[in-house]
């Protein structure tokens, strides 16, 4: 049995936690404004609004429900494109929302199917986002897809309805509110919430993160299935600096990265790297552990953390990142084991962080190659070097050789060919959909260069 709010509405189901919260929409509750596009998160035709409990009241994010386990929404507040609409204060008339009313005023919606996701994710931005801006709400909007208008109408309809808003306010919700973005109803969704049943967790031993990935190729499966969902352990959500080691839980997610103070503090690159990493859906439920565990060999974070020298924690051990990995898709853990933390030490003072990745498309698309070098540079001599790099191996490689090489040498010309020479005689790409295995050769001597002139540019 899983509880939670839908809209104004309190909800009591009997079904597999597995199942997606999409198909709950479309099938069982009558629901029909969400609609199902690509069922892989890269649309955003399906985007709901999600409030869960938090220390500093309901913390609302927008997420792909093709994605999204309905066990996951227990306890909390779920909001579609109907939970916008109607409000006692109008006799519970149906009206648009200033948001649907600059898309209508703008001409901002053709065919229509793209919109109420557009809708959500906006809605999402104005009750979660840490600020109210334009970029801010345009950002929001990086993982839904038109195919019709274009965005420029888009864009018109955004300025209009942001540029109206007040840039702070001492209570957001209440002004949303005042202004009919939300209905008033949303102000007792935090005492409603504390009074819904509290269900046993029952599960079947299946483990999820953050279920971004592992819902594009097995949702049929895992629809049947009972979970048990790490990403609602509180105990592995946490950011922080622990004698001189930097400690992040396994469910904390891309977002909680990006909007990281500890982190932004440590390197002011890794929101802005953070920022071409999926979408906002996807950040605000894809998990550091989930990221690692998937041990894709163009992994992102593993990518990152390979750089930091970072070791995972795993069932109260501690194993290197750099040996964690065995061969493709294979792991140094054990059936039942699950990975809680991820620590680095923290960097030497000077110590640069820089990450690239080069993919068919800027944003919102999985890297052909990726890599990061972590270094200290004096009068132009290389102090120290880790570099590591996706897309050209198995595994999330550790360029160990490189690092050496790099480590005592004065940046010029004639360095960053050795070293490109170096890394190329360590990796071992392949070819596949995103590149030849030459091109990925290519690409990875361009990041060395890369990483190490723009740190000279810096």
């Given amino acids: ?29 009558g629901l029909k404004g969400t609609k199902e596009g690509c069922r892989e998160g890269d649309c955003g035709a399906c985007t709901v609004v999600v409030g869960r409990p938090g220390k500093a009241g309901i913390e609302y994010s927008a997420v792909c429900s093709c994605l999204l386990p309905i066990g996951e929404i227990a306890g909390c507040h779920l909001v579609t494109i109907e939970g ?27 065919c229509g199917f793209c919109t109420p996701g557009m809708i959500m994710s906006l809605t999402g931005c104005l009750l979660g986002s840490s600020e109210l801006s334009v970029s801010a709400a345009m950002e929001s909007l990086d993982g839904n897809i038109c195919r019709c208008t274009g965005y420029i109408a888009v864009k018109r309809a955004v300025d209009a309805v942001m540029n109206e808003l007040p840039l702070k306010c001492e209570n957001r919700l209440e002004m949303l509110i005042d202004k009919g973005h939300v209905p008033s109803s949303f102000n007792t969704i935090s005492e409603r919430l504390k009074k819904l049943p509290v269900c046993e967790d029952s599960t079947d031993g299946t483990v999820i993160a953050g279920g971004t990935d592992i819902y594009v190729h097995s949702s049929d499966r895992l629809s049947g299935e009972r979970p048990e969902f790490l990403s609602r352990r509180d105990d592995l959500n946490f950011i922080h ?63 990152v953390f390979l750089a930091l020298n970072a070791s995972v924690t795993i069932s109260q051990r501690s194993v290197p990142l750099s040996g964690f990995y065995l061969g493709y898709k294979k792991l140094y853990m054990q059936p039942g084991e699950i990975l809680t933390e991820v620590s680095f030490p923290v960097p030497e003072r000077g110590s640069v962080l820089s990450s690239l ?74 070819s596949d959909v995103r ?15 890369a990483h190490l002139t723009r740190r000279v540019r810096q």
């Fill in 1 to 29: 049995m899983i509880s939670f709010i839908c809209n104004n509405k309190e909800i009591t189901v009997d079904c597999p936690g597995g199942l997606p919260v999409l198909d709950w929409i479309r099938s069982q509750s």
């Fill in 241 to 303: 600096t622990d004698h001189e080691l930097v400690r992040i839980g396994s469910s904390v997610t891309f977002s909680q990265l990006r909007e990281s103070t500890v982190l932004s503090g440590l390197f002011p690159n890794l929101k802005s790297f953070l920022s071409r990493v999926s979408s906002t859906q996807i950040r605000s439920r894809a998990t550091v552990g989930g990221n690692i565990v998937n041990a894709s060999p163009i992994a992102d974070l593993a990518i």
């Fill in 357 to 430: 990745k080069v993919c068919k498309r800027e944003y919102l698309d999985i890297a052909s190659v990726n890599s990061s070098m972590l270094f200290r540079v004096k009068d132009d001599v290389i102090l120290s070097a880790r570099v590591s790099a996706g897309g050209v191996s198995p595994i999330p490689l550790l360029l160990v050789k490189t690092g050496e090489y790099l480590c005592g040498k004065t940046i010029s010309e004639e360095t960053i060919k050795e070293a490109c020479l170096v890394a190329a005689a360590e990796i071992s790409p392949i």
């Fill in 84 to 110: 916008l609409s109607s409000d006692e204060r109008h006799g519970g008339n149906d009206e648009l929302t200033p948001f649907q009313r600059s898309f209508y005023d703008e001409a901002a919606s053709q």
């Fill in 435 to 449: 590149g030849a295995k030459e091109y990925k050769n290519e690409l990875l001597k361009a990041q060395i260069r």
